[in-house]
């Protein structure tokens, strides 16, 4: 199973980005499983982001990101995205995503495969 996040980059604060992940492998049904953002900023721990659950009926956020990021999915494409506005310096970090095989959407020991991240950068 290969995760690959992409859109990352850099943004001015008060600025928008949206993340991709796309997932592929024969074996993984994405369709099936929630799926994660997760974020690391430099000299932090990684640190929950979003989640969604399989169907989209569900959605989860920080509530620092609240109100500012959007989670979707389209299981017909295997891909998740996560939509950023009004960025914030302090959202500057590597952001991965993951899928969930536990039942803590926000803790990483629920999440098995992982994406290699893209880096968001928001300049102030």
């Known amino acids: 199973v290969q995760l690959q996040a992409s859109g990352g980059g850099l943004a001015q604060a008060g600025g928008s980005l949206r993340l991709s992940c796309v997932a592929s492998?024969?074996?993984?049904?994405?369709?099936?499983?929630?799926m994660g953002w997760f974020r690391r900023a430099p000299g932090k721990e990684r640190e929950f982001v979003a989640h969604i659950s399989w169907n989209s009926r569900s959605t989860y956020y920080q509530d620092s990101v609240k109100g500012r990021f959007t989670i979707s999915r389209d299981n017909g494409k295997n891909t998740v995205y996560l939509q950023m506005n009004s960025l914030k310096p302090e959202d500057t970090a590597v952001y991965y995503c993951?899928?969930?095989?536990?039942?803590?959407?926000?803790?990483?020991?629920?999440?098995?495969?992982w994406g290699m991240g893209t880096q968001v950068t928001v300049s102030s």
């Open positions: 492998g024969r074996t993984f049904n994405f369709g099936l499983y929630g």
């Open positions: 993951a899928s969930q095989g536990g039942s803590d959407y926000d803790s990483t020991e629920s999440y098995v495969y």
